[in-house]
């Protein structure tokens, strides 16, 4: 499972070789470079990313700034698709945890360490709830993510996203309906008794349309190997049609044997 993000990925290090100037004099407090100039950068990279593009309309979306006392600040608008192992016992009533993880590739943490910005190290836009239609964001953290490889030591960054499914799309389109037609099958008890062809199609239709209900929910989801909440709470509902139609044909049976005719003897 993945998810995609749109990002202004910023950092910031210090390279003593490119100071320029001291505090107070008349010196600009900073320098903006172009993509193409060369200077040393540390070779960041996402951990779980799966695919990865840098914005070129029109311009390269990037920024380097160089500061007088060496102080560089990077920055570059890119979209990421990440991977995102999802837990579905809960769905559609589930809380999924994502991450964003940023390591060194080549650099250990004997030469790279990452560090979070003290204040504010994540930024959100505003109204990023609203564009999300099938959850909402509830937290957003930072921690850190060390691992160690054959190769040695990496220091990371991690940033962990929890999401909330929203639940109003599966009560109106789902659970609703899948009440309504449970009722619509009770019509069946107030047919005459002799209207069989009117209940056993009353009947199956309801199966037909929760299955197909059901078939259709699935078929938006990875194949699990678990049994999902959606699972168990759809299952009672077909169960439900179904007992109600078994025990209307065993009610028809037991009126066929009182009411049938009797054999005299003499």
Not at 53 to 73: E, S, T
Not at 128 to 142: A, G, I, K
Not at 198 to 205: D, E
Not at 229 to 257: C, F, G, H, M, Q
């Amino acid at each position: 499972m993945e998810y995609s993000v749109q990002l202004t990925f910023r950092e910031s290090w210090v390279d003593g070789r490119l100071a320029y100037g001291l505090p107070g004099d008349n010196k600009p407090d900073f320098l903006i470079l172009t993509a193409g100039q060369q200077i040393w950068m540390p070779d960041s990279f996402f951990q779980n990313e799966k695919q990865a593009q840098k914005h070129m309309i029109d311009k390269p979306n990037v920024l380097i700034r160089v500061h007088k006392d060496g102080q560089i600040l990077y920055s570059v608008r890119i979209s990421l698709v990440l991977s995102c192992p999802m837990h579905l016992q809960y769905y559609p009533m589930d809380v999924q945890t994502c991450l964003i993880d940023l390591a060194s590739y080549a650099y250990t943490d004997n030469d790279i360490e990452y560090r979070w910005k003290e204040t504010d190290p994540v930024q959100l836009k505003d109204g990023l709830n609203s564009s999300l239609p099938s959850f909402q964001l509830n937290n957003v953290s930072t921690t850190y993510c060390t691992s160690k490889t054959n190769t040695g030591t990496y220091s990371c960054l991690r940033t962990v996203l929890e999401l909330r499914r929203q639940f109003s799309y599966y009560l109106l389109q789902l659970y609703i309906p899948s009440t309504m037609l449970v009722i619509v099958s009770w019509v069946s008890f107030w047919l005459d008794r002799t209207a069989v062809p009117a209940r056993v199609t009353l009947g199956v239709t309801t199966l037909l349309t929760m299955t197909t209900q059901a078939s259709g929910i699935n078929a938006k989801l990875p194949p699990v190997s678990y049994t999902k909440a959606i699972d168990l709470d759809y299952r009672p509902n077909n169960s439900d049609a179904e007992t109600w139609v078994k025990r209307r044909n065993y009610n028809d049976t037991a009126e066929l044997l009182v009411l049938g005719p009797r054999s005299t003897t003499r």
